[in-house]
């Protein structure tokens, strides 16, 4: 099955979402990466917040916001998002994104590198129902160990791009991410603390629960 046309022909299922269009054409204007989660993703981020029972949630890698946006939708009215960005420019459009989106109350983006955000978070007493990781693969193993100093009893941590367009599985890849991946993706299938289901959709999505 040629998965691009069937995410293409689901999309089209839906009404436009003209805000999130907005937010894509922005960040696009604004010459950053153009690579916020596929509208499929966001989503389902939108419904695994919802479902989670969550409301303080946490994403490791914010961009331009899009994703949040997603997140922040699926929490109750007295929800609350935080996003840890590194750039600080992506953190100030993503701001903008917020405040059009109606969202300024419900997000805080802190800025500076995440591993040194997920241990201030740690120190302050911060608990999170719901996480999504999107950022250096390098790194998904310690934001793991990471978020699940942080997690509630029955945590859903997301994760993106797990498969990194098929590296993951071609021997000739051996770059640091793509080891740091291999091992994220072996130890959250035996984790005896997770349940887990790793999906081939996409660029691939883990979902996790922590177990109470």
Excluded: W
């Amino acid at each position: 099955m040629d998965m691009e046309r069937a995410a293409r022909y689901v999309d089209a299922l839906y009404e436009r979402d003209e805000l999130l269009e907005r937010v894509e054409e922005r960040i696009r204007a604004l010459g950053m990466p153009d690579i916020s989660v596929p509208k499929g993703t966001g989503r389902l981020l939108t419904l695994l917040a919802g479902l989670s029972g969550a409301k303080r949630a946490l994403e490791i890698g914010t961009l331009g916001g899009y994703s949040a946006i997603c997140i922040a939708r699926g929490l109750p009215e007295d929800g609350h998002l935080t996003t840890l960005e590194l750039n600080p420019d992506f953190a100030r459009a993503a701001r903008d994104h917020f405040r059009m989106a109606g969202l300024e109350a419900k997000v805080t983006v802190r800025v500076g590198d995440a591993r040194a955000s997920l241990a201030e978070l740690a120190e302050e007493g911060e608990r999170f129902g719901f996480v999504f990781m999107d950022a250096d693969k390098f790194n998904y193993p310690h934001y793991l160990e990471a978020a699940l100093r942080i997690a509630e009893p029955g945590c859903l941590i997301v994760a993106d791009n797990i498969l990194t367009r098929g590296r993951v599985f071609d021997p000739a890849q051996d770059t640091p991410s793509t080891a740091a991946l291999r091992e994220f993706n072996r130890s959250v299938a035996r984790d005896p603390r997770l349940q887990s289901v790793l999906l081939p959709a996409y660029d691939g999505l883990a979902i996790l629960r922590v177990k109470a």
